[in-house]
T-cell receptor, first 116, second 113 residues
Framework: GAGVSQSPSNKVTEKGKDVELRCDPI?????LYWYRQSLGQGLEFLIY????????KSGLPSDRFSAERTGGSVSTLTIQRTQQEDSAVYLC??????????????FGPGTRLLVL | DQQVKQNSPSLSVQEGRISILNCDYT??????FLWYKKYPAEGPTFLIS?????DKNEDGRFTVFLNKSAKHLSLHIVPSQPGDSAVYFC????????????FGTGTRLKVLA
């Protein structure tokens, strides 16, 4: 079956503009994660969705970042008033159930964001 | 504070030889560890994992070793193949942390033909 897909694959924007990044998880997967990988850094957890539960937003770096997941499937990560330090690869992952302990995460190819 | 560290950003190995990728962690609560492999323009894919109740887990050419006292794990690839050239991330989690994994910064492996 289809894996996790993300769009766009690349995004170049000007400082101060808003951007929206999209993630389509594997069909039927209930948990969805967003990560960010800045240059020379590891994968930084941003946000976690699981079913109808309140999302864990503890990794969002500022209130310019927000995410939603509609209908328990597609997720959109929005960055408002982008800054140059937001430049990174944004990765989405999904897991079959709750993403619990020892469950494998399946990653999308990422969106490479460049803020000029 | 980097709880999971991969101190070697890159590694080059001759085809057929052993590749050893290292990972250190600081949080003693971590009890489950994974290695992911990432090709350019693709997302990371799961490679192998190990629970803290073991000190070794093997899957074909890939073996992960865990030294809990040293808070160190390593991934051995033998024999190394050109197709193994990728970035390798280690990740750690704790039962108490449920769904959260902490990732290292990655090691870029280049296998020379």
């Amino acid at each position: 079956g289809a894996g996790v897909s993300q769009s766009p694959s690349n995004k170049v924007t000007e400082k101060g503009k808003d951007v929206e990044l999209r993630c389509d998880p594997i069909s039927g997967h209930t948990a969805l994660y967003w990560y960010r990988q800045s240059l020379g850094q590891g994968l930084e957890f941003l946000i976690y969705f699981q079913g109808n539960s309140a999302p864990d937003k503890s990794g969002l770096p500022s209130d310019r970042f927000s995410a939603e997941r509609t209908g328990g499937s597609v997720s959109t990560l929005t960055i408002q008033r982008t800054q140059q330090e937001d430049s990174a690869v944004y990765l989405c992952a999904s897991t079959e159930t709750s993403g619990g302990y020892q469950e494998t995460q399946y990653f999308g190819p990422g969106t490479r964001l460049l803020v000029l | 504070d980097q709880q999971v560290k991969q101190n070697s950003p890159s590694l080059s190995v001759q085809e057929g030889r052993i590749s050893i990728l290292n990972c250190d962690y600081t949080n003693s609560m971590f009890d489950y560890f994974l290695w992911y492999k990432k090709y350019p323009a693709e997302g990371p894919t799961f490679l192998i994992s190990i629970s803290s109740i073991k000190d070794k887990n093997e899957d074909g050419r890939f073996t992960v070793f865990l030294n809990k006292s040293a808070k160190h794990l390593s991934l051995h690839i033998v024999p190394s193949q050109p197709g193994d050239s990728a970035v390798y991330f280690c990740a750690a989690s704790a039962a108490s942390g449920t769904y959260k994994y902490i990732f290292g910064t990655g090691t870029r492996l280049k296998v020379l033909a």
